[in-house]
């Protein structure tokens, strides 16, 4: 078993022994604040890198493809405030109640850390005022359905770009310590790959990316702290990619407040197509869900199995959801849910639920969990003789089931082109980029993800020229001139409305594991009414 899911695993026993001495008072069901602790506490035991002063850049220069040095570590001084009736959680290595650094992601001029003191933002709870409205630029553009995009980066040296141009300053206030962090790790090091890439060909339009990365330790506190920070002191022009399961939504009525525009997350969030500030690439929310269902549909049918369990956890939003859209997906899919269940992400044996769904006929497991539960699920009905198609979604996958034969025949349910299709330019161009700036890091579906993430941003930001001063209002208009640019076939077709809520869209790739390989036919489809 892969190093990474042993400790992970042991540590997740181990803290599942506790919370049962704590939580007596709520039966098997943990607190928000113990579920905060148990994803940022276990998994990621390394240190952070050294790096520079808060607020200084490393490099002034393009940067060279050398080996990853990891994430330079700069804690705001004082630190959020814990959230009322709670207490902040630090990231991996620090004290209890500690802020773990703000980090820094980009390579060369693109990598600097998280400045100035957290501690000093106001709270941004509460109602939401003055949301962001478009421009009549912004209106024109989401009319005109255009489908050209802005011309490309200009490559370095090219069109006289000076030097002096502004650079196009973004943020990514994300969960990168803990379970959560080894499960988005390959994704900000994938944005640490791109920044790179775009900065060595001369950046978006002579423009050089300056990228902001922090560790949220899973805490909203913290969460919204750090975006406030991004958004008053460094002045991001838009948050990309921010992976945050458990805090994401603490900042959402601030970014609406504020206007900057978020482009893309990790999956898990239902708001995104609720929000003039939100632009869902892929699938989010209960369409991840349906895109997960379907494409287990697909795999299953063929084979004849048509008999579904459906077990989610209890401590995420997303599970709840999911116990409704499954069963409903499912039928849609032209299954039957025989058996429906709960349980806990921190339980170390599953044998109950895989009896159960047994008993009851079911040949096939739609799961909303993480990866490393997956697998004790698996381990626990194989153990009985019993080996159903465990399907999840691929914010739930990582390289660790291809070494794992209990995972054997596991299905993903992907938003995106899946990362292995090396015969994609698209795909050859990530994997190239990766290998180059970000040597090492794995090839798996938080990777891909990030890198849908900023390549949109990248489109999305074409149309800052070089002689333009870059600003939220340049984001928005690109993104609503996006006219139905699917970035080289890695995402179904992106075309942004300025009317709410977004269209929904759900459309994916189903993914198979077997033999220690991911496979898949690189076919996407699409629900019906969920159409682009």
Known sequence: MHARLRRSTVKLTALAAALVLVGTACGNRSSDAQIRALFNGAGNTGQAAAGPAPGAAEDATAPAPAADTGTAAATPSGGPAPAAGGSAVGGA?????????????????????ASGSAGKARSASGTASGAASPTGAQQAAAASGARNAPAAPNPAGSAGCTGSEPPIVIGTVGTTSGVLGDVYGSGFKTLKAWVGATNAAGGINCHQIKHLLADDGADPARHQALVRQFVEQDKVIALVWQAAALSAGAS?????????????????MFYFYDTPVHFPIGANGDVLQRVTVAAGAQVAIPQGKKKAAVITCQEIEYCSVADKIFPDQAKLSG????????ATLTQPDYTSQCLQARNNGAEVFFTAFDGSTDQRIMASCIKLGYRPILVASSNQQSNDWLTDPN?????????????????????????ATVKKYSPGSPFEASGIGAWAAAKSFEHIARGIGKADVPTKDKIFEGAYALGGDDLGGIVYPLRFSTQLPRKK??????????????????QMFCLKGLEP
């Open 93 to 113: 290595g620090t004290s209890a109640g500690s802020s773990r650094a703000a980090s820094s992601a980009g390579s060369g001029a693109g990598s600097v850390s």
């Open 252 to 268: 959402k009525d601030y970014e609406i407040q504020s206007k900057v525009p978020v482009i893309s997350q990790d999956g898990g």
């Open 335 to 342: 299954m039957e849910v025989v058996y429906q269940a709960k």
């Open 407 to 431: 995972m054997e025949g596991s299905v993903v349910g992907s938003s995106f082109l899946p990362w292995f299709l090396s015969n994609s330019p698209a795909i050859a161009e990530y994997q």
């Open 505 to 522: 869209i759900g459309c994916g790739w189903a993914v198979v594991n077997t033999k220690g390989k991911s496979t898949s036919d690189g």
